[in-house]
C-alpha cells in the first residue's frame, strides 16, 4: 500500500525548515490552496474539458497547450465530465467536498454556457456518461443511478439492488453498461438500467474506474488491484495492476494507462499482463484521472491544478499546476467571509482566492493586476478589494473586478451594508459611500497623516477606525465616530505601539491588537482602553470574536493566543512555522481559519487543540499503529499507536493525521510533543460522508499507513 501524503507537506518544508519551534497542543492544519481536479475528457485530438473542486472547469482548444475556465455560476465539487460532441456535453457532482446534495449541468454550447439540470439534497453524483445526445446515467452515494432519455432534462432513479457508494458508470452502447463502487460493487445491465446484475468479481476491492473496449474486452481498477474480463464480465480475472488505481484507460486491446493515488502512471503494452512505471511526480501528488485519444497523447489530472500531458505514449510528460501559486512571493492578507463555509482572501501577487468549504480547499479565482491587502464581502456576489492599487468592486463573486477609485494604498474597507461602507489606508483621508461604491466622499474630519490600519462599524452610525501616526511617543491611535462619519472624535492613545486589527462583540465590548504584543480592551464603547497582560512582545496582526467569550488573536513568528473569559487572560498556542500570520476568522468556538506569509491557509475544527489520552506507562520496545476499533464506525472510532524512546531518551515529535481516499487531508488528530508510550485517540467524523479513510502516524522516520470505513 502506498503511503498517503499531503501536497503541500512538501512544499511548506522548504520554508519551515530552519524554524526552531516545537509543536505543542498545536490543533491547525494547512489548507489546500488550488483546486482539485477529478475527471478530464477529450472530444477530439484538441478539444478537452477537466473539473474538479469550486466548480473550476477548465477547456483547452489546442490539446492542452493552454486552459480557459469556464463556471456554471454555483460553488461547487464537480466530479466528472461528459461531452457526446464538441458542444453537447454534461457535468455532474457535489454542492460542496462534505456535503449530501448532488448536481448535474448541461451545455449545448461548448461549454460557453451551463444550465442547471437538477439538484439534489440527498445523494452525491460521482460519475455521468451519455450512450446518445439523449440517454444517459449518472451514478453516486448511496447505491445511486439516475437515468435520463431527453438529454439530461428530467431524470428518474433506477433500482440497483445494493446499499453501497457507486463511483463509476460506463456504457458501450445504449443497453450495455457497468457500474462500480465500494466494497467489490460491480453490476452489469444489458437493458439500459431496467435490471442490474452484481458481477463476481476477482478479489475484493473498491472499484474507482471502470474501461471497456467493447461487448467483451474491459477493465477496472480501485483500492485493491486491476482485474481484467474478456468474455464482457461474465467472469473477471486479477492482473497484475497496482494498489490505490484511481482511474484505467486503454486506447486499444494491448495498450493502456492507469494512475494512481500516490502519483505514478503506469503502462501495459499486452493487455494489462505487465506494466511499467511511465511517470513518477517529482512533488508528492495524487492523480485522480486519466485520458488517451490515441496510443501516444493522453493527459491525467490530479490535486492542486495537476494536469500532466504527454504526446509519445508516456515516455515524457509535461507537467502543469493550472493556478497554483507561488510560495515563494505570495502572501495572504486580510479575509472576508460571509458565511461558515463562503470566503475570500487577497494577496500581493495578485490573487484573490475563495473557499466555499469553511477554508478546507481553495481555488484561485482569475488574476490580475496589482497588488492588494483587504478585502470586504456583504454577499455571495458582491465585494471590494483594495491595497496598493485603486479600489476594485466585484457583482459576481470575484471573476470579474471594476475600479471603483483611484485612490491608492488602501489598508481597511469595511461595509455595514451593500450600500455604506468606508475605507481607510496609508496617507489617506477615510472615504465613505452610500451607493455602493459608485462615489466616494473625503471625510476631511479624519486626523491628517495617518495610516489606518483596521476598521469596524456596528451600525450605519458607531463605528472605530486604528492606526498608527508618524509621531514620537504614543504612536497609536483610536478614532471613533457616532454619526456615520460626519466627525470623529481621538479616543484613548496612551501607546507606544502601532494598533493593527480591531474587533467590536457589541457597542460596548471591543479588543484592538497591535506591536510588541499589545491587546487593549474597553467595555464602554472606546471611552476606556485597558492593556490585558500578554507574555510576549510579538507583533499582533489580526482579532476575531469566536464566541460571545472566546477570542483569538494571530501575528508573528506563528504566535496564536486564545481567551475564553472575553479577553481579560490570555494563553498562547503554537504552529510549527515562524512567519507572520496576518488574518484570523472563526465560525464558531471550534472552528477557524487563518491567512499569512508564503499564502499560507490554517485551518482548525479544534480551536488550535488536540487530544490525546495516555493508554499506558509502558515504554514500547517498536513503533507500532493499531487497527482503529471499532471498524467499520459510526461515527466515531479509537486509534492507538505506540511510540519508543527517541535519541537521548527526549520527547518525540508525532502527528498522526486523516486523509480521505482522494489523498486529502480531513483532519489533524495529534501533532505535538509526547513521552514515550501508548495512546489513543478519538476520532469523530459526524459531519464526514460514509467512505474509506486513511490514518497515518508519522514520528521521528516512522510512518505508517492504515484505512478505516466509516459507514452511516
Known amino acids: 500500500m502506498k503511503k498517503i501524503i499531503f501536497i503541500l507537506a512538501f512544499v511548506f518544508s522548504l520554508f519551515f525548515s530552519h524554524s526552531s519551534l516545537v509543536i505543542a497542543q498545536s490543533g491547525w492544519q494547512f489548507s489546500s490552496l488550488n483546486s482539485n481536479f477529478y475527471s478530464v475528457y477529450f472530444i477530439n485530438t484538441n478539444t478537452g474539458w477537466v473539473v474538479g473542486d469550486g466548480s473550476v472547469i477548465l477547456k483547452t482548444t489546442n490539446s492542452g497547450v493552454s486552459w480557459l475556465p469556464q463556471k456554471t455560476g454555483f460553488d461547487l465539487q464537480l466530479k466528472s465530465v461528459y461531452f457526446i460532441n464538441e458542444y453537447t456535453g454534461w457535468l455532474c457532482g457535489a454542492d460542496g467536498p462534505q456535503s449530501a446534495g448532488g448536481t448535474i449541468f448541461k451545455t449545448t454550447n461548448s461549454g460557453n454556457n451551463w444550465s442547471l439540470m437538477i439538484i439534489n439534497d440527498s445523494n452525491n453524483y460521482n460519475s455521468i456518461f451519455f450512450a446518445t445526445n439523449l440517454t ?122 492507469e494512475c494512481t493515488m500516490n502519483g505514478n502512471i503506469y503502462k501495459t503494452v499486452n493487455g494489462g499482463y505487465n506494466w511499467s512505471m511511465v511517470y513518477s511526480p517529482s512533488l508528492n501528488s495524487y492523480l485522480s484521472s486519466i485520458y488517451f485519444l490515441n496510443n501516444n497523447t493522453g493527459f491525467s489530472v490530479g490535486n492542486c491544478g495537476l494536469i500532466n500531458k504527454t504526446t509519445n505514449g508516456g515516455d515524457n510528460w509535461i507537467t502543469n499546476r493550472y493556478g497554483l501559486i507561488d510560495p515563494t512571493r505570495g502572501y495572504f492578507y486580510k479575509m472576508s467571509f460571509i458565511n461558515p463555509m463562503t470566503g475570500w482572501t487577497v494577496s500581493n501577487i495578485p490573487y484573490v482566492i475563495k473557499t466555499t468549504n469553511g477554508g478546507l480547499n481553495w481555488f484561485q479565482l482569475p488574476q490580475m493586476i496589482g497588488s492588494y491587502n483587504t478585502v470586504f464581502f456583504v454577499d455571495n456576489n458582491t465585494g471590494w478589494i483594495g491595497g496598493s492599487n485603486p479600489l476594485r468592486k466585484t457583482t459576481d463573486g470575484g471573476y470579474n473586478w471594476t475600479t471603483q477609485s483611484t485612490t491608492n494604498s488602501i489598508n481597511t474597507i469595511f461595509f455595514i451594508n451593500s450600500q455604506t461602507g468606508y475605507t481607510g489606508g496609508h496617507g489617506t483621508n477615510i472615504l465613505k459611500t452610500t451607493n455602493s461604491g459608485l462615489n466616494w466622499i473625503n471625510l476631511l474630519s479624519a486626523p491628517a497623516s495617518s495610516d489606518y490600519l483596521s476598521s469596524y462599524f456596528i451600525n450605519q452610525d458607531i463605528g472605530w477606525l486604528v492606526g498608527w501616526k508618524d509621531t514620537i511617543g504614543n504612536r497609536s491611535f483610536i478614532i471613533k465616530t457616532t454619526n456615520g462619519g460626519s466627525s470623529f472624535d481621538i479616543q484613548q492613545n496612551n501607546f507606544n505601539s502601532i494598533l493593527r486589527d480591531v474587533k467590536f462583540i457589541n457597542i460596548n465590548t471591543g479588543i484592538a491588537v497591535g506591536d510588541s504584543g499589545l491587546i487593549i480592551k474597553t467595555t464602554n464603547s472606546g471611552l476606556n482602553w485597558i492593556q490585558k497582560s500578554l507574555n510576549t512582545r510579538t507583533k499582533l496582526l489580526g482579532i476575531y470574536f469566536a464566541t460571545q467569550d472566546t477570542i483569538y488573536a494571530c501575528g508573528d513568528s506563528g504566535i496564536i493566543v486564545k481567551s475564553i473569559n472575553l479577553g481579560e487572560s490570555w494563553t498562547m498556542q503554537y504552529t510549527d512555522f515562524s512567519f507572520p500570520l496576518y488574518s484570523i476568522y472563526f465560525s464558531n468556538g471550534k472552528k477557524g481559519v487563518i491567512s499569512g506569509k508564503y499564502c499560507l491557509i490554517l485551518t482548525t475544527t479544534t480551536g488550535g487543540s488536540t487530544f490525546v489520552n495516555k493508554f499506558s506507562e509502558n515504554i514500547p520496545i517498536r513503533y507500532s499503529l493499531h487497527q482503529n476499533y471499532p471498524n467499520p464506525f459510526n461515527p466515531t472510532t479509537k486509534i492507538r499507536f505506540e511510540f519508543p524512546l527517541s535519541k537521548g531518551g527526549l520527547k518525540g515529535v508525532v502527528s498522526l493525521k486523516v486523509y480521505d481516499i482522494l489523498g486529502k487531508e480531513i483532519q489533524t488528530l495529534v501533532n505535538e510533543q509526547l513521552q514515550p508510550g501508548t495512546y489513543e485517540v478519538t476520532f469523530d467524523c459526524s459531519n464526514l460522508p460514509s467512505g474509506v479513510y486513511f490514518y497515518q502516524l508519522k514520528a521521528g522516520e516512522y510512518t505508517e499507513t492504515k484505512k478505516m470505513l466509516m459507514i452511516k
Open 136 to 257: 444517459g446515467w449518472v451514478c453516486g452515494a448511496d447505491k445511486l443511478i439516475i437515468k435520463s432519455t431527453n438529454g439530461g432534462i428530467n431524470w428518474y432513479q433506477q433500482l440497483t439492488g445494493i446499499n453501497y457508494n457507486l463511483n463509476t458508470i460506463y456504457f458501450i452502447n445504449s443497453n450495455t453498461g457497468w457500474t462500480g463502487g465500494e466494497t467489490s460493487a460491480l453490476l452489469k445491465t444489458t437493458d439500459s438500467g431496467l435490471n442490474w446484475q452484481n458481477e463476481t468479481v476477482s478479489f475484493s476491492n473498491h472499484i474507482f474506474s471502470i474501461n471497456f473496449l467493447d461487448s467483451d474486452m474491459g477493465f477496472y481498477c480501485g483500492m485493491y488491484g486491476t482485474s481484467k474480463t474478456t468474455n464482457g464480465g461474465n467472469n473477471w480475472f486479477n492482473i497484475p495492476g497496482y494498489d490505490d488505481a484511481k482511474s484505467i484507460f486503454f486506447p486499444n486491446t494491448l495498450i493502456g494507462y
